[in-house]
């Protein structure tokens, strides 16, 4: 009889101890921060709704430059944060304690003409303005125009401008009569200048050359290390939250727009309604499309391997469940 006291004691304190050790650590708040513009848009909802999560107060910042978000992700100050797939691997190869737990964005690119063109050999010796040179916009346009039989540098002029808010009035004022437009400035284009032609949609040309289904992966959710490890319930209560958010931004795209409006991002409620099939907004875990990543720094890596941090980054990238 003592014997069988004694064990059913000994069992009930392993058990104890398993529970002990199985209580997660959860942090007094959690950081979500996130640039300013479309990829934002991916996380309107939670933004809007979700202050707290399993008891835990959720503090979002929308800050205007990736640069101050590398400097968030440095300071450990984010604990998840939404970045350019590339940027991940950079930071990476850097050492930061993050995994990439998922990709939010899949290309919003879309080559735009004042006539009604098609096709790539309707860009041969044609003026094309375009934004990044070096970076993801300009390495995705040039490999497509290689795979699609132009030399980037031979049949084609490209002229660069800094970003969507010079592409935009650049075209609208009649100074390109072909352009690389952005969503959700492609949007705000066709609302003042409804004639533009939609020649190329980069995205559905790279499904065609790399046989994808979503486009190529954009922008990602980082999560910080420590957090998985000390409350792995809660960053997974979390990601599905991300996730059911971007399924319902897709399935209510004109209460998106009113999120994006009263949040103060930067984008007026009717273009981001309209824009919403082009922002190509889709969640995937990184588990899920991983080839897809793979295959995305490759090309990267091919055209400079800084882009990537010098090196493809291996398995430890990536967030498991």
Same mark, same amino acid.
């Given at each position: 009889?003592?014997?069988?006291?004694?064990?059913?004691?000994?069992?009930?304190? @392993?058990?104890?101890?398993?529970?002990?050790?199985?209580?997660?650590?959860? *942090? %007094?708040?959690?950081?979500?921060?996130?640039?300013?513009?479309?990829?934002?848009?991916?996380? !309107?909802?939670?933004?809007?709704?979700?202050?707290?999560?399993? #008891?835990?107060?959720?503090?979002?910042?929308?800050?205007?430059?990736?640069? @101050?978000?590398?400097?968030?992700?440095?300071?450990?100050?984010?604990?998840?944060?939404?970045?350019?797939?590339? $940027?991940?691997?950079?930071?990476?190869?850097?050492?930061?304690?993050?995994?990439?737990?998922?990709?939010?964005?899949?290309?919003?690119?879309?080559?735009?003409?004042?006539?009604?063109?098609?096709?790539?050999?309707?860009?041969?010796?044609?003026?094309?303005?375009?934004?990044?040179?070096?970076?993801? *916009?300009?390495?995705?346009?040039?490999?497509?125009?290689?795979?699609?039989? @132009?030399?980037?540098?031979?049949?084609?002029? $490209?002229?660069?401008?800094?970003?969507?808010?010079?592409? !935009?009035?650049?075209?609208?004022?009649?100074?390109?009569?072909?352009?690389?437009?952005? %969503?959700?400035?492609?949007?705000?284009?066709?609302?003042?200048?409804?004639?533009?032609?939609?020649?190329?949609?980069?995205?559905?040309?790279?499904?065609?050359?790399?046989?994808?289904?979503?486009?190529?992966?954009?922008?990602?959710? @980082?999560?910080?290390?420590?957090?998985?490890?000390?409350?792995?319930?809660?960053?997974?209560?979390?990601?599905?939250?991300? %996730?059911?958010?971007?399924?319902?931004?897709?399935?209510?795209? !004109?209460?998106?727009?009113?999120?994006?409006?009263?949040? %103060?991002?930067?984008?007026?409620?009717?273009?981001?309604?309209?824009?919403?099939?082009?922002?190509?907004?889709?969640?995937?875990?990184?588990?899920?499309?991983?080839?897809? $990543?793979?295959?995305?720094?490759?090309?990267?890596?091919?055209?400079?391997?800084?882009?990537?941090? #010098?090196?493809?980054?291996?398995?430890?990238?990536?967030?498991?469940?």
């Amino acid at each position: 009889m003592k014997r069988k006291t004694r064990f059913l004691s000994i069992l009930l304190l @392993l058990v104890a101890l398993v529970s002990a050790c199985s209580v997660e650590k959860k *942090p %007094e708040k959690l950081n979500v921060a996130a640039p300013a513009g479309a990829t934002a848009i991916s996380i !309107a909802k939670p933004m809007k709704e979700t202050s707290e999560i399993d #008891g835990v107060p959720v503090q979002y910042e929308v800050v205007p430059t990736t640069d @101050l978000i590398v400097a968030r992700l440095t300071a450990k100050e984010a604990d998840f944060a939404v970045v350019p797939v590339n $940027l991940a691997a950079q930071l990476y190869q850097k050492k930061l304690p993050y995994k990439l737990a998922s990709v939010v964005t899949w290309g919003n690119l879309f080559i735009a003409s004042a006539e009604p063109l098609e096709g790539w050999d309707a860009l041969k010796g044609k003026d094309i303005y375009v934004m990044g040179k070096g970076l993801v *916009p300009d390495i995705v346009f040039r490999t497509l125009l290689k795979k699609n039989g @132009l030399d980037p540098d031979q049949d084609v002029n $490209l002229i660069y401008l800094s970003g969507a808010t010079e592409l !935009a009035p650049n075209f609208l004022a009649g100074k390109a009569e072909i352009s690389m437009l952005p %969503e959700p400035a492609l949007t705000t284009v066709k609302m003042k200048k409804p004639e533009t032609h939609v020649m190329l949609d980069l995205q559905q040309e790279w499904n065609k050359t790399f046989g994808t289904e979503s486009g190529y992966p954009q922008a990602g959710i @980082l999560v910080k290390d420590e957090l998985v490890q000390n409350a792995p319930e809660l960053v997974e209560k979390y990601l599905k939250v991300l %996730e059911e958010g971007m399924v319902w931004l897709n399935e209510n795209p !004109a209460e998106a727009g009113k999120y994006a409006e009263e949040l %103060e991002l930067g984008l007026a409620a009717a273009v981001v309604e309209k824009s919403m099939p082009g922002n190509n907004i889709l969640y995937r875990s990184a588990s899920q499309v991983q080839t897809e $990543l793979q295959d995305f720094y490759q090309v990267l890596y091919d055209f400079n391997p800084e882009t990537v941090g #010098g090196v493809i980054p291996d398995q430890g990238l990536y967030y498991n469940r």
